[in-house]
């Protein structure tokens, strides 16, 4: 399974980015996948997550990014993806998406350490 996650780019505060993540590969019926996020010196932060079996889907969020990014999911295209609204500087961070194959209890989701495939980074830049 590849993740290939693309839309980082250079933004003001206040403005909005789309990222998306595809997996290649493989597509599943049960699973979670999430963002995560990582500055310099500092561990990789869980930002929002998607899970799924069969039908049923649920979603979490970071509470620095809760009402301002909305994750979710194409099923034909086997993509997520991650769209933040009203960014602000401290969203500045290199992006990670991130697939479980499984759908991940609500303790877990958050803990980079659970995830079986990562995508490559992508930058996401605020600008004051």
């Known amino acids: 399974v590849q993740l290939q996650a693309s839309g980082g780019g250079l933004v003001q505060a206040g403005g909005s980015l789309r990222l998306s993540c595809t997996a290649a590969?493989?597509?599943?019926?049960?699973?979670?996948m999430s963002w995560f996020r990582q500055t310099p010196g500092k561990e990789r932060e869980f930002v929002a997550g998607?899970?799924?079996?069969?039908?049923?889907?649920?979603?979490a969020y970071v509470d620095s990014v809760k009402g301002r990014f909305t994750i979710s999911r194409d099923n034909a295209k086997n993509t997520v993806y991650l769209q933040m609204n009203s960014l602000k500087p401290e969203d500045t961070a290199v992006y990670y998406c991130a697939a479980a194959t499984k759908r991940l209890i609500s303790s877990s989701r958050s803990n980079s350490n659970q995830y079986d495939y990562w995508g490559q980074g992508t930058q996401v830049t605020v600008s004051s």
């Open positions: 998607i899970r799924w079996s069969g039908g049923n889907k649920d979603y």
């Open positions: 590969g493989r597509t599943f019926s049960s699973a979670t």
